[in-house]
């Protein structure tokens, strides 16, 4: 039997946020080596900073100043710390209430051993060596051992942007299935399975046919051809995009299938396609095949006459 493909994988995007009027406050007072907690209805101080009052709703007023310093309440060992964790040794992750402050905030705290650890240890802020407003100017905590560190800086500009990059690796295992659809891709064909209790034709292969419950082991290999169904024109840039916008983003209905395949349409100006438009593969050069879609660049227009709508009004 042939093994399943597998491959790493990532996901990654940079998130960018809108602060507000309290988490501006709160990055802007990290740009300046300086933390701020907000106080409640109850004359508790919660940090970081809640937005809108626990109890009361109310939005956050201006904030309160808290130490640099801590106590932590809890803790818990990272020996193997991962990918964009705080740290590439093994550490603490801790809840630490900073003075002044009535709540925690979670954090990691460089001890060096699970034996220096402790409930109750008192740790201090390590910052980062260029603060640019952003939780990840607090480095670390550390045991407090050698005397406080300068005031932080005030008077900074305001911070009211954020970006955090967002990133997950992972190895996808394909099904037997989707690997004899990739594996097809690397030979130039386009294979799908039908549903042998509906007929129904799937590319990508699903394994079973959600309409009946049924495996579908019957492999058909369908033409690099189709209609487009229904398509969107991407006019908007952003980071990592592989064609300059403006281009369509559509729905392939390949001929002899009953799902469509998502693809991009180039070739022609976007304002051209249309539902119902004709079109057909452009492969990459062959030396450049894997075992991917990819291997199909883009769709382009056929120059065949529109299909009628009837023939594919049931597969939007």
Not at 99 to 109: E, I, P, Q, S, Y
Not at 185 to 207: D, T
Not at 272 to 296: D, S
Request: aromatic letters at 8%; charged letters at 20%; a negative charge.
């Amino acid at each position: 039997m042939t093994e399943p493909l597998r491959a790493p994988l990532e996901i990654g995007f940079d998130y960018t946020r809108s602060l507000g009027p309290t988490l501006s406050q709160f990055m802007t007072a990290l740009a300046g080596r300086r933390i701020l907690g907000a106080r409640a209805a109850d004359g508790r101080v919660h940090a970081p900073p809640f937005e809108y009052d626990p109890v009361t709703l109310a939005p956050a007023g201006d904030l309160v100043p808290v130490g640099p310093e801590g106590t932590v309440t809890t803790w818990s060992w990272m020996p193997q710390p991962l990918e964009g964790q705080p740290l590439d040794r093994p550490f603490a992750w801790a809840l630490i209430r900073l003075d002044g402050a009535d709540t925690a905030m979670l954090h990691a705290v460089d001890a060096g051993s699970p034996a220096a650890m402790r409930t109750g240890l008192r740790v201090r802020v390590r910052w980062a060596g260029r603060p640019v407003g952003h939780i990840r100017d607090i480095a670390c905590f550390e045991p407090v051992s050698e005397p406080e560190d300068a005031p932080g800086e005030t008077g900074m500009s305001a911070v009211s942007m954020i970006t955090t990059p967002v990133r997950l690796h992972y190895e996808h295992t394909a099904s037997p299935e989707e690997s004899r659809f990739l594996r097809g891709l690397a030979e130039g064909k386009l294979l799908a399975q039908r549903c042998p209790a509906c007929g129904k034709v799937y590319i990508p292969p699903r394994g079973a046919c959600p309409t009946d419950g049924v495996p579908t082991t019957d492999e058909v290999e369908l033409p690099d051809h189709g209609t487009v169904t229904t398509f969107c024109v991407v006019n908007v840039p952003y980071p990592g995009q592989r064609v300059t916008p403006p281009y369509v983003a559509a729905a392939v209905l390949l001929d002899g299938a009953d799902i469509p395949l998502a693809h991009l349409i180039l070739g022609c100006d976007p304002g051209e396609v249309r539902m119902g438009l004709r079109v057909r593969a452009f492969w990459k050069p062959r030396h450049q095949w894997g075992t991917t879609l990819e291997n199909i660049d883009h769709f382009f227009p056929s120059g065949e006459p529109d299909a009628p709508y009837e023939s594919y009004a049931h597969h939007l």
